[in-house]
């Protein structure tokens, strides 16, 4: 019985430890995001802080580092005229309104740069939600391994991926990260494989 107990413990200290573990450098683990670099396709998702994602897509644009001729907004009806104002003539802007997830624009993206015949990409979105979008680059739709990913972050107040605990809005994006991503992992990777949705 002792022996049984003793194991018991250690299996609860274990436990927990990977708990704290976890909890403490889930920020480093969601945030993926590089440095700008130069890409041939910038991909502003919908949802989230849009307003600050556009902002970022503009300010990458100005800053020369799409050296191709697209840019992809999702998850939009429309953009604002000031936006347009923003890029030159020769730039071929694409909105798609009908993506509605995460999963959906990166399925469709990895199509375009198929068909356009692509070699980088940046998406651009919140730093704690690019984790997800790497996930599901690396594991659903076509395999694109000749093509450069990239996630930029645009801004999010207060983001700090080792500190991100202590700041009650960076901690709730990052838990509802996590949440998102093991249900999204369960809906596509589990339940899609046996037929379901």
């Known amino acids: 019985k002792k022996k049984k107990f003793m194991k018991t413990i250690l ?6 430890t990977g708990f704290i573990y976890s909890f403490l450098n889930l920020g480093i ?11 041939e396709l910038l ?33 939009v009806p429309a953009l604002d005229k000031y936006v347009y104002k923003n890029f030159d003539s ?31 990409v ?6 704690p939600h690019s984790k997800r979008i790497e996930l ?12 450069k990913f990239s996630v930029v ?8 991926k080792i500190n991100y605990f202590e700041n009650k809005s960076s901690r709730e994006y990052a838990l509802g990260e996590a949440a998102k991503l093991v249900y999204n992992f369960f809906i596509y990777g589990v339940l899609e494989k046996f037929g379901y949705k």
Request: with cysteine.
């Open 43 to 75: 991909v502003c998702l919908g949802g989230g802080y849009h307003e600050k994602r556009v902002q970022k897509t503009v300010e990458l644009y100005k800053n020369d580092f799409l050296t191709g001729k697209n840019i992809i907004f999702t998850g």
């Open 11 to 16: 299996f609860l200290i274990l436990l927990i």
């Open 90 to 120: 020769k730039t071929n802007i694409s909105i798609n309104s009908k993506l509605k997830n995460t999963m959906e624009e990166v399925i469709s993206t990895k199509e375009f740069i198929k068909q356009n015949n692509i070699s980088s």
């Open 29 to 39: 683990f969601l945030d993926v995001t590089k440095e700008p670099s130069k890409t």
């Open 136 to 147: 599901f680059w690396e594991n659903f739709g076509e395999n694109l391994p000749n093509v």
């Open 153 to 160: 972050g645009s801004e999010l107040k207060d983001w700090d």
């Open 122 to 127: 940046t998406f651009i979105t919140e730093a």
